[in-house]
């Protein structure tokens, strides 16, 4: 069997066609990274409420409850943090931000935990509730 040679177009659409494959492998590995990574589970009332991912680039702010007894949740890059809520001692807001595994803000008033996840190996092997 003969095999015509590649003319000059040819050659051209075959490298640009490896070029834009390449690209769209490594633009999808930068926007869409590997599942598992850091996260922070909300619970209410010790019911999963939502699961939040942490990294760069994420922005979130959600709000917990109503007009009264309410929390609002930041997310900003990799942390999290109770920005704000109407409880008393204003523990969960002086925990201030939260950002590497088993690390915890509990809101006691109106049941909030918030938890760090990861799949990565800590220093640090349970923590009991």
Do not use: H
């Not at 066609?17 to 996260?39: D, E, K, V």
């Amino acid at each position: 069997m003969i095999y015509p040679e590649l003319t000059k177009a040819d050659k051209w659409l075959v490298s640009l066609l490896l070029l834009l494959s390449t690209a769209g492998i490594i633009l999808s590995f930068t926007l869409f990274p590997a599942a598992g990574g850091t996260t922070a589970q909300v619970q209410i009332d010790g019911k999963l409420y939502k699961t939040v991912p942490l990294r760069p680039g994420y922005s979130e702010e959600f709000r917990i409850g109503g007009q009264t007894e309410y929390a609002v949740i930041e997310v900003r890059d990799d942390k999290i943090r109770i920005r704000q809520d109407d409880s008393p001692r204003q523990i969960g807001v002086r925990t201030g931000w939260i950002s590497r595994p088993p690390q915890q803000i509990v809101n006691l008033p109106y049941r909030i935990l918030i938890t760090i996840e990861s799949n990565e190996k800590t220093d640090i092997d349970a923590i009991t509730n």
